[in-house]
């Protein structure tokens, strides 16, 4: 059985969490106190961070990379593109998102006021930026939902928590938002921390 060690307030853990749910497989969470990390966690990652995923001798850590195992290891409902090409494609998005989005949480987390205040402009201007993807289409990559939806997720449902407000203009980006947190797998993937970031 798989066990991913996760957090209960960290976005890159509730990617985790939103894969294995929708996968509708067995799998044990365990809670990780960022506080006061377990020792072993240490040994099973050279950055002592979550999510940690482990499965028998396998020890995986970075959210894209677990999730990428779990959906190959468990193909239905697959969440990465079948096609090559596609798949190329959706890989440099993920890349994307980490440099143009999900770099600048560390920036608002932090108690430096202008640091966290540049962070929240940079991800309000790259959502704006995609907004208009989703006039014409329900999901990042067409009317399929992937992994790329997976994995910008959790930065949308902490939008309020962040003190980010979007830009009219926005408006289809919310939309999209509204039908990522109406599925039944990132409703049971949220923990009681998460479902508080949002009133």
Known sequence: MMTLYSATTCPYSHRCRIVLYEKGMDFQIIDVDLHNK????AIMTPYSRVPVLMERDLVLYE????????????????LMPADPIVRARARLLLHRFEQELFCHIDGIESSNQKASEKARVAIRDNLT???????KQKYMLGDEFTMLDVAI???????DHYGIQLPKQAAPLLKFAERLFSRPAFIDALTASEKAMRK
């Open 63 to 78: 959210s894209n990379i677990i999730n990428e195992y779990i959906d190959d290891r468990f193909p239905h409902p697959q």
């Open 38 to 41: 377990p020792e072993d966690l």
């Open 153 to 159: 997720a959790p930065l949308l449902w902490r939008l």
């Open 129 to 135: 930026v995609i907004a208009p993807v989703f006039v």
